[in-house]
């Protein structure tokens, strides 16, 4: 019989300390939206982006890659705000590898829209990128609206529309663009990458940038880690239980080590803060200005990152 989680003291300290580390991802988030209202500074690449995407016939809207990166962004963000609430609420078992997962994917999935490496990627790269991950999410949400509502259905027929809409601005930009291309979400010769992929490509790139020391074969382990963990695997559970004698025969408890939930934690933390640099970056906003994000990471995480903190050093000699 399981008795539920052992909770050691200094673990009960500490989860309240990482779940305060874990929303402060968020918070930083909500007050750099907050402050520059995604509008880029004259001068930054996104500002370039904008003023060529404005005169791009057949686009939309030429804040495309800016909505998709932003997006992506605040949705790692709110894992990781979710990720504070099973840590506070000591629901440290199996819930936060998953929502750790999702913070890494989402952030990948921004960082490599805006393009390798960075800026000087073309501005037609990250708008193809762009339309590749609104074709992915087209996709999948094509495939819900069929299922819940029926193929027939008003919803899906409004669906149909809308993506058809998609595909045709897409090949409106991007003339030689085939319908096999956008069949296998392929644009401007750009193809695109798997969950997997994306989070190699992001360890890799980042590595390649100095913005993160560990060797990014083994960050790519740890990503296969966090997949078993978010997919039925007996091992990740059967790990944790412990057999002791309670006076009534054999039991056990579900046992998770504090240095576990430090290093889950700081791999969350690590790939939000840099990914929150690139984005300023791309938008020459300041970065953490009021100085609340590296405060936090201080006061919780002393030496977790590298020192200084994690920068990205680009071709054109800036840091961020």
Not at 59 to 85: C, Q
Not at 251 to 276: A, F, G, K, N, W
Request: net charge negative; hydrophobic share 40%.
């Amino acid at each position: 019989m399981t008795r539920g989680m052992n909770a050691s003291p200094d673990m009960q300290e500490r989860m309240p300390e990482l779940a305060a580390l874990l929303r402060e991802c968020r918070e930083a988030t909500m007050r750099l939206s907050a402050a520059e209202r995604w509008e880029p500074h004259q001068g930054s690449a996104a500002a370039r982006d904008i003023a060529v995407f404005e005169k791009t016939e057949g686009l939309r809207d030429p804040r495309t890659v800016l909505e998709v990166v932003g997006t992506y962004l605040e949705l790692a963000t709110w894992h990781a705000g979710g990720m504070a609430a099973t840590l506070e609420a000591h629901e440290a078992l199996a819930a936060p590898w998953p929502l750790a997962r999702s913070v890494l994917e989402a952030c990948a999935r921004a960082a490599w829209v805006i393009g390798d490496p960075f800026p000087p990627a073309t501005e037609r790269n990250r708008l193809a990128r762009a339309y590749i991950e609104n074709l992915i999410s087209a996709e999948q949400e094509g495939n819900v609206t069929r299922a819940v509502h029926g193929a027939g259905s008003e919803a899906a027929m409004t669906f149909r529309n809308a993506n058809q809409q998609l595909r045709d601005e897409i090949r409106a930009v991007f003339p030689d663009t085939k319908r096999s291309d956008l069949d296998h979400k392929r644009v401007n010769g750009i193809a695109p990458l798997s969950l997997a992929g994306s989070a190699t490509w992001y360890f890799e790139t980042m590595h390649q940038l100095g913005a993160i020391g560990t060797d990014p074969s083994r960050l790519k382990s740890i990503y296969t880690m966090l997949s078993n963990h978010a997919h039925p695997t007996l091992y990740t559970f059967r790990q944790r239980r412990e057999y002791f004698q309670d006076g009534k025969g054999l039991s056990t408890r579900l046992v998770v080590q504090p240095s576990e939930l430090d290093r889950l934690v700081t791999l969350t933390v690590m790939t939000v803060y840099i990914t929150m640099k690139v984005v300023c970056r791309y938008c020459r906003w300041p970065f953490d200005a009021d100085g609340q994000f590296e405060a936090m990471i201080d006061r919780y995480m002393p030496n977790a990152f590298m020192e200084p903190h994690p920068s990205v050093t680009l071709p054109d000699g800036h840091s961020i």
